[in-house]
């Protein structure tokens, strides 16, 4: 199964909950957008446009303009949808009217296999209702075409930022895997004090699933005592110092008291990685 089918499975699991620990994992991950200059990274670009005069003076800017994109030209969806199958690209421009159907007919079959590849509609045909149909299809960008060398300006980059951003989600889509896998308790909270990830061993401390953990509140874990001593001292110290390790004590989803070891973190945009070293129920006859 490839890695783009696997991506989709992984949405149809996960749900909102994955989208929301996308959206940390995001903003964790800072990424520059482009300003015209050159990418180091190279792209591989499937372009799809049967005007073959328009096709070689695409292909000369994007050679001129950005030398690292590696571009490819086809004139049909049939011969898009065979290169497509055949190598493995980074982004996809398609006109809108072709001989065979239109961008729109290639970009639901792309869509297919691949929620979020990178997916420009650079067309003449440019109207609001062949507008609507492209978003609703689910694609990246809508480009027309005009006379000018800045349209392929404006091409350039809005494939080097497309191509990031998704490059980008691989990314964190790879790193909540390696988090849901993790043996040791996880959770990840938001400057509003709530949990943005949840991974299963630190769910099961608190005797729920990650589900009823992601949206709530740290407070729902702990008693009235161990709330105000948070506020009061540990989370001052961890934004000052950084970072935080010690003891404290939490109340499971039937109200049971646990005592755990923490090692808490401080992250740039004021939320805390939560980690459980340990952690054990409190006996009533413990003091």
């Known amino acids: 199964m490839s890695g783009r089918k696997v991506v989709a499975r992984i949405r149809v699991r996960y749900g909102g909950r994955f989208e929301r620990r996308r959206a940390y994992a995001t903003r964790r991950y800072r990424f520059r957008m482009h300003d015209g200059s050159e990418s180091s990274a190279p792209i591989r670009l499937l372009h799809v446009e049967d005007d073959a005069a328009f096709a070689d003076l695409t292909a000369t800017y994007l050679d001129r303009l950005a030398p690292t994109i590696d571009h490819e030209a086809v004139a049909t969806i049939e011969e898009g949808r065979a290169r497509y ?16 159907g239109t961008g729109i007919d290639l970009l639901e079959w792309v869509r297919e296999d691949d929620p979020e590849l990178p997916f420009v509609l650079f067309t003449g045909k440019g109207s609001e209702e062949v ?5 609703s299809a689910g694609v990246t960008d809508y480009l027309q075409k005009h006379g000018g060398s800045d349209q392929f300006e404006v091409l350039v980059n809005r494939l080097r930022n497309a191509v990031d951003r998704s490059r980008l989600m691989r990314q964190v889509e790879r790193s909540i895997a ?3 896998a993790a043996n040791e308790p996880i959770g990840i909270l938001g400057a509003d004090g709530r949990y943005l990830f949840a991974n299963e061993a630190y769910a099961s ?3 729920r699933s ?3 953990v992601v949206g709530r509140h740290w407070e729902t874990f702990y008693p009235d005592d161990e709330i105000a001593r948070f506020t009061d001292e540990i989370l001052p110290i961890v934004t000052e ?3 935080w390790t010690g003891e404290a004590t939490a109340r499971d989803e039937d109200g049971r008291l646990i005592r755990e070891r923490l090692v808490l973190t401080h992250t740039t945009d004021g939320g805390h990685v939560c980690i459980v070293r340990g952690a054990e129920p409190i006996s009533e006859t413990d003091d």
Do not use: K, M, N, T
């Open 131 to 135: 507008a609507s149909e492209a978003i």
């Open 178 to 180: 390696a988090l849901e």
């Open 210 to 212: 990650p589900e009823a």
């Open 241 to 243: 110092e950084g970072h």
């Open 205 to 207: 401390v608190y005797g």
């Open 85 to 100: 199958r055949e190598s493995d690209f980074d982004a996809v421009v398609c006109d809108y009217d072709l001989p065979d």
